[in-house]
C-alpha cells in the first residue's frame, strides 16, 4: 500500500499541492497537518503515518523537507521504517527510494543538505538580528509582564517564585523583570 505524508509549516499554508500530488501518485491513504517540520517530535500526523505503516507499504512524500528538517530526524525516521520492513520514497526527488542502495546514498546526501540549509538559514537570521541590534533597530520582544507589579512585589518582600505564581508567570520572567 502506497502511504502519503503531507505537511507545511504554518496553518495560512496549504496542503493541497501535495495533497494532490500524493493522490496522483496512487496512496490509498494520506496522513497531513500544518506543524513545523524542525522536529520529528509533537507532530502527531507523521506518528499515526509511521504507525499505520505495515510491511511492504511504502511511505510516499512529495519532498524530504517534509519528512525532516535535520538528517537525526530523517535517519531516525527511516530506521523506523526499515525495521517495520516499509519502504520510502520521495516524489519529487526521485533518487530518494530505499530499496536501492544507490537510493540510501542519495538520501543520506539529501538529508545531510537539508540539515545544512538550516544551520545556514539559522546563521543568516543570527547575523541579521546581530546587525539590527547593533544599528538599534531590534530591541527583542516587548516584556510579556508587567515589570512595575513585579518590581512592586519585590519591594514589599515577596519571593520570586510567590510573585510568579501570583501573575501566573515563569520565574524565569519574574528575574528578568527584575534585572531590567
Known amino acids: 500500500m502506497l502511504v502519503g505524508y503531507a505537511r507545511v ?9 501535495q495533497l494532490d500530488a500524493l493522490k496522483d501518485a496512487g496512496c490509498e ?14 507532530r502527531q500526523a507523521l506518528q499515526d503515518a509511521l504507525d499505520f ?39 519529487q526527488q526521485s533518487g530518494v527510494d530505499t530499496d536501492t542502495g544507490m ?12 540539515a545544512f540549509e538550516t544551520d545556514i538559514r539559522k546563521e543568516r537570521q543570527r547575523e541579521g538580528i546581530d546587525k539590527a ?5 531590534y530591541k527583542g520582544r516587548k ?12 519591594s514589599e518582600g515577596m519571593r520570586p517564585t510567590d510573585i510568579a505564581k501570583i501573575l501566573n508567570i515563569g520565574r524565569a520572567s519574574v528575574y528578568r523583570a527584575l534585572e531590567i
Not at 507499504?57 to 516499509?86: Q, Y
Not at 541590534?133 to 533597530?137: I, M, P
Not at 516584556?143 to 519585590?154: A, G, H, N, T, Y
Request: charged fraction near 30%; proline fraction near 1%; glycine fraction near 8%.
Open 9 to 17: 509549516s504554518s496553518v495560512g499554508q496549504s496542503l493541497d499541492i
Open 29 to 42: 491513504k494520506v496522513f497531513s497537518e500544518k506543524k513545523t517540520g524542525t522536529a520529528a517530535d509533537g
Open 53 to 91: 505503516c505495515r510491511e511492504g507499504d511504502t511511505l510516499l512524500v512529495t519532498r524530504l523537507d517534509r519528512l525532516a528538517r535535520s538528517s537525526v530526524d530523517l535517519h531516525n525516521i527511516v530506521a523506523k521504517l526499515e525495521t517495520k520492513g516499509v519502504r520510502f520514497r520521495c516524489l
Open 103 to 114: 537510493g540510501k546514498l542519495v538520501l543520506a546526501i539529501l538529508g545531510a543538505v537539508a
Open 133 to 137: 541590534k547593533a544599528n538599534g533597530v
Open 143 to 154: 516584556p510579556s509582564v508587567d515589570v512595575e507589579e513585579v518590581r512592586k512585589l519585590k
